[in-house]
Nanobody, 116 residues
Framework: QVQLVESGGGLVQAGGSLRLSCAASGRTFSFVTMGWFRQAPGKEREFVARITWSGGSTYYADSVKGRFAISRDRAKFTVYLQMNNLKPEDTAVYYC?????????WGQGTQVTVSS
């Protein structure tokens, strides 16, 4: 089993920045990737960014490229999402995910609200 705990969400004005953190515990030695997804009210959950645990390769949704940066601290089993130049359309609950084998684990989510 894997436990994921997100933190760092909040309310910010458009153009501002936030940094999300996701601390993992459990079967961390088996991680393949960790990532972030988000879900806005009335919309489906969508991919935001992911990082490979061993090599650190990163992937982003087109909507956040150039504004968001995902990183990891392998010693702390923590993944981060630095979000810059935030827009009102970034408002959503942000979920951390971890893939172990073919199984995806999810955190409880953290709310990000961007005011215009």
């Amino acid at each position: 089993q894997v436990q994921l705990v997100e933190s760092g969400g909040g309310l910010v004005q458009a153009g501002g920045s936030l940094r999300l953190s996701c601390a993992a515990s459990g079967r961390t030695f088996s991680f393949v990737t960790m990532g972030w997804f988000r879900q806005a009210p009335g919309k489906e959950r969508e991919f935001v960014a992911r990082i490979t645990w061993s090599g650190g390769s990163t992937y982003y949704a087109d909507s956040v490229k150039g504004r968001f940066a995902i990183s990891r601290d392998r010693a702390k089993f923590t993944v981060y999402l630095q979000m810059n130049n935030l827009k009102p359309e970034d408002t959503a609950v942000y979920y951390c995910s971890a893939r172990v084998g073919i199984t995806d684990y999810w955190g409880q989510g953290t709310q990000v609200t961007v005011s215009s």
